[in-house]
Nanobody
Framework: QVQLVESGGGSVEAGGSLKLSCTAS?????SAWFRQAPGKEREAVAG?????????YYAESVKGRFTISVDNAKNTVYLQMNSLKPEDTAVYYC??????????????????WGQGTQVTVSS
């Protein structure tokens, strides 16, 4: 069983930046960040194939503002969030899986989940 530990959430004004971290206790094939705002479905934000070619994918709403990256030596995935908007306010979850699936955005394919970290962006 892989444990995921997240850190880095907080409060920031619109236009500001935050960086989230997610450290895994074991092997993962790919990872992703999801978010869930109050009253809304959990949605995929960004994904990365950590054990393959490091390919990255983004939701349209965050392209050009968010960057997902990995430090394999530390088993840690990051989400750098720039130009934050109030609509980015949500609980952010790290997710990981230990086998290949082309659907980086598909929540049900992720086996391991972090505890979630709150990101609040004020206008």
């Amino acid at each position: 069983q892989v444990q995921l530990v997240e850190s880095g959430g907080g409060s920031v004004e619109a236009g500001g930046s935050l960086k989230l971290s997610c450290t895994a206790s074991g092997y993962t094939y790919s990872s992703a960040w999801f978010r869930q705002a109050p009253g809304k479905e959990r949605e995929a934000v960004a994904g990365i194939y950590t054990a393959r070619d490091g390919a990255t994918y983004y939701a349209e709403s965050v392209k050009g503002r968010f960057t997902i990256s990995v430090d394999n030596a530390k088993n840690t995935v990051y989400l750098q969030m720039n130009s934050l908007k109030p609509e980015d306010t949500a609980v952010y979850y790290c997710a990981a899986r230990d086998s290949y699936d082309s659907r980086w955005w598909f929540r049900a394919t992720y086996k391991y989940w972090g505890q979630g970290t709150q990101v609040t962006v004020s206008s």
